[in-house]
């Protein structure tokens, strides 16, 4: 609330708004479908776990390092999304693939995920 002969630098903040349910936002809750959540008959859960990892341009240092101090028979597989520019050529597989001994696989169609492996 502005008090009297105050000017307004104009970020106020928004008031909450009270209704029936708490916690509840004006947002639409986004569920995934069973489908989207159960392994397919033609497509079995993998039996190991798998870790993906998200990072932008500036996390490739924190990507390498932890690729460097992890063993090579953890029995996960390691997924990593990065931004990548469509245009160009990366050289990401190339430059994980010199500090680990897992064997570092860039993402293509119907590619299934291996523990011990780098997929980019």
């Known amino acids: 609330m502005k008090k009297p002969g105050k000017k307004s630098r104009g970020k106020e903040t928004p008031r909450k708004q009270k209704s029936g349910a708490r916690g509840r936002s004006s947002q639409p809750r986004v569920e995934k ?3 989207s959540t159960e392994p397919s008959p033609e497509t079995p859960a993998p039996a190991f776990p798998i870790v993906g990892i998200g990072a932008s ?16 028979d953890t029995g996960m597989g390691f997924v990593l999304v990065q931004h990548l520019d469509p245009d160009h050529e990366s050289a990401l597989a190339q430059i994980l693939a010199r500090v680990t001994s897992m064997p570092v696989r860039e993402v293509a169609n119907d590619l299934r995920i291996a523990p011990n492996h780098v997929y980019i």
């Open 33 to 35: 479908s069973p489908a």
């Open 57 to 72: 341009a500036g996390g490739l240092e924190a990507v390498t390092h932890l690729l460097e101090h992890l063993p090579a």
